[in-house]
């Protein structure tokens, strides 16, 4: 999935110390960076959520707040149970695909950002869900700071490409990728009670080839979006 907008938290905090676990300005960087987080998000919705919008946003306050303040008319699709609170929460309107199926914006962050803006997302066990949502929409924004900024996948997240599979499908799907591209996994469930596979590739891929390679094995659901 190519990217329509890239927020990067680290042209937000341009000057801004990077933490470093021997400096006294360590505590300090952080909170800058959560800073920086903030003016990158605000700079999202601000940007991109508009009047009669129809949105799935991660930074739901932040689309409450320009709500309350502006009077404006959204509804919010979210891609997990614990988003799905959050919209109900703060008061916005609740919807879903079958209701909204075409969306005007969807704003989520990554877990990694490469330099062809290739991203790793799903980390935290929504994935299918999230690439649905995006699909969806006619723009999707992405938030990083610089953390999740690197050169090449891997780079900073360490844990692995997350890979959604449906779990009678999890030993096949293994063993292909492991025949095919070396690497290993172990699983975690999903909110769709699938399991996710964060799989540690021995190399540095051609991720657009990975990801269609992939996306061919009957039951799974790659996290790699070029």
């Known amino acids: 999935m190519r990217l329509q907008g890239w927020v990067s938290f680290s042209k937000l905090a341009a000057g801004f110390p990077s933490p470093s676990s021997r400096s006294p300005l360590r505590q300090s960087a952080a909170i800058m960076a959560e800073e ?19 949105i799935h946003i991660v930074h739901v306050f932040l689309a409450a ?6 009077k404006l008319h959204i509804v919010c699709v979210p891609t997990s149970f614990q988003a799905r609170q959050l919209i109900l929460q703060h008061g916005l309107t609740l919807s879903d695909l079958d209701r909204h199926p075409e969306l005007d914006v969807a704003i989520d962050g990554a877990d990694e950002v490469d330099a062809d803006l290739t991203l790793i997302k799903g980390g935290g066990g929504c994935l299918t869900q999230e690439k649905i949502v ?11 700071d610089y953390r999740k900024d690197s050169k090449a996948l ?7 490409v997350p ?3 449906i779990p009678m499908a999890y ?5 292909t990728i492991a025949k095919r591209f070396g690497g290993e996994a172990g699983p975690v469930v999903t909110d769709n009670s699938n399991f996710i596979l964060d799989w540690k590739f021995e190399r540095a891929e051609n991720w657009k080839e990975v990801n269609t390679a992939i996306k061919m094995i009957p039951g799974e659901e790659p996290a790699t979006a070029p």
């Not at 920086?36 to 129809?54: F, G, R, T």
């Not at 995006?134 to 990083?144: R, T």
Request: glycine share 6%; with cysteine.
């Open 163 to 165: 890979i959604e599979v």
């Open 36 to 54: 920086a987080k903030k003016l990158a998000a605000h700079a999202a919705v601000n940007n991109h959520v508009q009047e009669s919008a129809a």
């Open 154 to 160: 891997g780079q900073q997240w360490k844990k692995g």
């Open 171 to 175: 030993v096949p799907v293994s063993r």
């Open 134 to 144: 995006a699909g969806c929409a006619k723009h999707f924004i992405v938030i990083a």
């Open 65 to 70: 707040e320009r709500v309350r303040q502006e």
